[in-house]
C-alpha cells in the first residue's frame, strides 16, 4: 500500500500548481483523504479532505476558495489544485488516506496511510 505525492515546485505568488496523490496497493474509492502541509518549523495542518464516497469535501479557512480537491477514479489518483498562491503556501503537502467511505476530516490522527512530502515554494 502506497501513496505518492507528486507536483510540486516554485510558484510566483499568485500561479497555481495542481497536486496528484496516486494510490497503488488499494482502491482509492474506499479510502477518505486528505491533504496536510507542514511549513518549516510547524506543525502540520490539515488543509483539505475527501470522504471515499466522495460526497464530501472539506477545506481549512486559509485554503477555502483558492484550493479544490478532486478524484479521478480510473487512475486510483486524488488532485489538489491549488489557485491564487501565496507565500503563507509555501510548504511541504502531503496527501493521507483512511479506509472509510463517509469521514472527512483534518485531524492527522486519523489517517492511516501516509505518502511522502512534495514541496510548494511560492516565491517571486
Known amino acids: 500500500v502506497q501513496l505518492q505525492a507528486s507536483g510540486g515546485g516554485l510558484v510566483q505568488p499568485g500561479g497555481s500548481l495542481r497536486l496528484s496523490c496516486a494510490a497503488s496497493g488499494f482502491t482509492l474509492d474506499y479510502y477518505a483523504i486528505g491533504w496536510f502541509r507542514q511549513a518549516p518549523g510547524m506543525e502540520r495542518e490539515g488543509i483539505s479532505c475527501?470522504?471515499?464516497?466522495?460526497?464530501?469535501?472539506y477545506y481549512a479557512d486559509s485554503v477555502k476558495g483558492r484550493f479544490t480537491i478532486s478524484r479521478d477514479n480510473a487512475k486510483n489518483t486524488v488532485y489538489l489544485q491549488m489557485n491564487s498562491l501565496k507565500p503563507e503556501d509555501t510548504a511541504v503537502y502531503f496527501c493521507?488516506?483512511?479506509?472509510?467511505?463517509?469521514?472527512?476530516?483534518?485531524?492527522?490522527?486519523?489517517?492511516?496511510?501516509w505518502g511522502q512530502g512534495t514541496e510548494v515554494t511560492v516565491s517571486s
Open positions: 475527501s470522504s471515499g464516497g466522495d460526497t464530501v469535501t
Open positions: 493521507a488516506a483512511i479506509q472509510d467511505l463517509h469521514f472527512c476530516g483534518l485531524r492527522t490522527a486519523d489517517y492511516y496511510f
